[in-house]
């Protein structure tokens, strides 16, 4: 592993993507804007796209992506993967 570090994308940059997204801007021309690489965006777009019954809708939101991101990370966290440290501290 190479031990790279990266910024995580804010919400002003997941409003530019949304903006650029409208203006039917490639994933290339979006990353050149945000100065970021491709892939990041491909990322960002496709794993925090909205999906609903009614495929109208299916579209990349910023607030949405912003919920969506603030899950993960949650989900992650230690205290939710070990529930006796969880346990051990609310007592302490």
Not at 15 to 44: A, G, Q
Not at 57 to 81: F, G, M, V, W
Request: glycine share 2%.
């Amino acid at each position: 592993m190479s031990g790279r570090c990266y910024g995580h994308l804010t919400l002003p940059e997941r409003r530019d993507i949304f903006k650029l997204l409208v203006r039917k801007k490639s994933v290339r021309e979006i990353s050149d804007h945000l100065n970021r690489h491709p892939s990041t965006i491909y990322r960002e777009i496709h794993r925090n796209r909205f999906y609903d019954e009614f495929q109208a809708l299916n579209d990349y939101y910023p607030l949405i992506a912003q919920d969506c991101y603030r899950e993960r990370r949650q989900k992650n966290t230690l205290l939710s993967r070990y529930p006796e440290l969880k346990d051990f501290v609310i007592e302490k």
